[in-house]
């Protein structure tokens, strides 16, 4: 049964791998409000190992973690 969530969850995959690919680079991926949502939802159904250098959630649409949830937090200077 294909669905709209697994469109969404495609096109965010096939994405990171077309910018990787062209740019050379793993991606920083970046969800906003309901793009945090969909990137976590397409990453964690990921059927292979994506070239990601990591995931920034800003105010994502989804419940609150569970207690045991412990994020990692790292920081990073980006210069151009």
Sequence with gaps: ????R????????????????NTGKPVLLIGLSLG?????????RATEKLPLS???L???AF???PASFKPKIYANVLVS
């Design 1 to 4: 049964h294909f669905t709209s």
């Design 36 to 44: 945090g949502l969909i990137s976590t939802h397409a990453l964690a």
């Design 54 to 56: 990591g995931l920034v």
């Design 63 to 65: 419940k609150a973690a």
């Design 6 to 21: 697994h469109l969404l969850t495609a096109t965010v995959v096939d994405a990171i791998r077309q910018v990787s690919q």
């Design 58 to 60: 800003i105010s994502p």
